[in-house]
């Protein structure tokens, strides 16, 4: 009779951990393209499956292209993720660090599961939100729930840019992504600024004022 109580007791827990695991969802967040002179900002929100092979999952920037493509779409496959992003016309008009903020918030909105917390790369977390958030420095480096968000907010926004710079190929966006490098603001200067530009970025703004200047 004991025994059969132990059994009953184990099964509860069991069925317990099991609906606890279904309850507490932890979504990881993170942004890309804050740095860049072109091109919206990108947030993903990811809730990673429990069963995932975490292995290769670290921090997009010290991925190589190619395996960030196959980990982008294995983490898709296994997880449950969104997107969110922020207009150029939303970084001119409220600056980059509140429209990154806008899309992580957008990101967390588009879910199809409400997450129980999001852990949020970076100083700040989103505002005016209903899940609970909590912020981590680094989080990329450190939290593998953050680290799949990156991915896949790098690779969606790389593949919107090769996208993009099949409209507008005189600035190399598919192989500079809207950074400023010196071969892009080379570009810049060589053919101009155009709507998909940050224009308050100091870059874009110096271009913008210089030729401002040149007109009689």
Same mark, same amino acid.
């Given at each position: 009779m004991d025994r059969f109580k132990n059994g009953k007791r184990q099964n509860k827990? *069991?069925?317990?951990?099991?609906?606890?695991?279904?309850?507490?969802?932890? =979504?990881?967040?993170?942004?890309?393209?804050?740095?860049?002179? =072109?091109?919206?900002? *990108?947030s993903a929100a990811v809730i990673l499956n429990s069963n995932i092979n975490k292995k290769d999952i670290k921090d997009s920037k010290k991925i190589p292209f190619k395996k960030r493509i196959l980990l982008y779409e294995y983490i898709k496959k296994n997880s449950v993720y969104a997107i969110g992003l922020a207009s150029v016309q939303e970084i001119n008009k409220i600056n980059i660090l509140n429209a990154s903020l806008l899309s992580m918030k957008r990101a967390l909105n588009n879910l199809k599961i409400t997450p129980s917390i999001a852990y949020i790369d970076g100083l700040f977390v989103p505002k005016n939100i209903k899940i609970k958030c909590k912020n981590f420095v680094k989080g990329d480096e450190r939290i593998v729930c953050i680290a799949a968000a990156s991915i896949v907010a790098k690779v969606s926004r790389d593949l919107f840019m090769i996208d993009l710079a099949k409209k507008f190929p005189n600035y190399k966006w598919g192989k500079n992504f809207g950074y400023g490098t010196n071969d892009h603001l080379h570009r810049l200067k060589k053919y101009g600024v155009t709507k998909h530009h940050r224009k308050k970025f100091k870059p874009i703004h110096n271009i913008l004022m210089s030729k401002a200047r040149e007109t009689p």
């Open positions: 827990k *069991f069925k317990n951990i099991k609906l606890l695991s279904k309850i507490d969802k932890i =979504a990881g967040v993170d942004e890309v393209g804050r740095g860049c002179l =072109a091109g919206p900002v *990108f």
